[in-house]
């Protein structure tokens, strides 16, 4: 079992930079795909980005391509959302999740474990 705590969310401008943190707990947070989902009012919780348990591969969703960048560090059990050029459509509650298979996964129910999310706000 992993416990998950996220931290970096706030308020930033249109055009700015924020980077997340996910602190996990536990032995064995190498051996988890990890992922980072969104959430905004009144819509259903979407995949921003995935990544290995090694970290080699990682997926981005079209709408943070070229913008967002997944990153962990399996020594410090921490997995990381850098996010560039935040536009007001970006805002949403931010929730990092770990799913127990070690390579990607792309749908929410298949990670089994989730913090509790940090607030990002991208005002215009």
């Known amino acids: 079992q992993v416990q998950l705590v996220e931290s970096g969310g706030g308020l930033v401008q249109a055009g700015g930079s924020l980077r997340l943190s996910c602190a996990a707990s536990g032995r064995t947070f190498s051996a988890y795909a990890m992922g980072w989902f969104r959430q905004a009012p009144g819509k259903e919780r979407e995949l921003v980005a995935a990544?290995?348990?090694?970290?080699?591969?990682?997926y981005n969703g079209d709408s943070v391509k070229g913008r967002f960048t997944i990153s962990r560090d399996n020594a410090q059990n921490t997995v990381y959302l850098q996010m560039n050029s935040l536009r007001p459509e970006d805002t949403a509650v931010y929730y990092c999740a770990a799913c127990t298979a070690g390579r990607l996964r792309y749908n929410l129910n298949e990670y089994a474990y989730w913090g509790q999310g940090t607030q990002v706000t991208v005002s215009s």
């Open positions: 990544i290995s348990r090694s970290g080699g591969t990682t």
